[in-house]
């Protein structure tokens, strides 16, 4: 039998706005498990997630989720992609219920009721179904928008800074959720500037700056300081490869 397609290839990807190069021929694989993206503000960590999740298209490259081609097909991926970034995607003058039946009835899912009220429970949130999010603190929208990202339980997840915003107890919560999904078969990306998180949480890690990819390997063997010594020496290379201004 042939092996499994990998869960996330990119190839040569590259997003310009302009002249500016916000993704420049990244080429990465990602054959399951979690993996950290890591980087400085605006090194296109961002922008290489919302590549991946369809909602903004490459100027050039290829992008395959589980074999399928994302730029061919975008709508036959989105079905198996969660997505949690900085913006909740939350109605506000709707419930939290509401929020997640809309959501759920967008992704054609079945038996409601039941799902609503799982997802709530797994992220700290039962008993407040009917409350409107207009009254929820940021670490409650934030629960209630990882409810809204698994709710269909996708295949690849896709987190920009989710620990943004949560107190202890919510962190705790959404490492615990990231731990069970991985053996269930959801592929991570997470998108972090915490390295212990890297550590604690992902099989890989890949770095990114000034749009290019320029370190990655595995999490096994590696302590903090190995990981912040290879994060800095990837850093201070692609800076002294930029040619100075004349």
Known sequence: MPSPAPAIVLENVEKRYG????LDGVDLIVPGGAIALLGPNGAGKSTLLRVVATLSKPTRGGIFIRGVDA????ERVRADIGLISHQTHLYEDLTAGENLRFYGRLYGLGDLK???LQALAEVGLSGREHDRVRGFSRGMKQRLAIARATL?????????????GLDAAARAML?????????AGCTVILVTHD????LDLAERFAILNRGRLVAKGETAGKSIENLKR???NAIIQRLSAIPAPE
């Open 19 to 22: 002249r500016i190069a916000a």
């Open 71 to 74: 730029r061919k097909e975008p």
């Open 114 to 116: 039941e799902r609503v």
């Open 152 to 164: 269909h339980q996708p295949t690849i997840l896709l987190l920009d800074e989710p620990f943004a």
């Open 175 to 183: 490492s615990e959720r990231l731990r069970l999904l991985r053996p």
């Open 195 to 198: 390295l212990q998180r890297c």
């Open 230 to 232: 290879c994060y800095e």
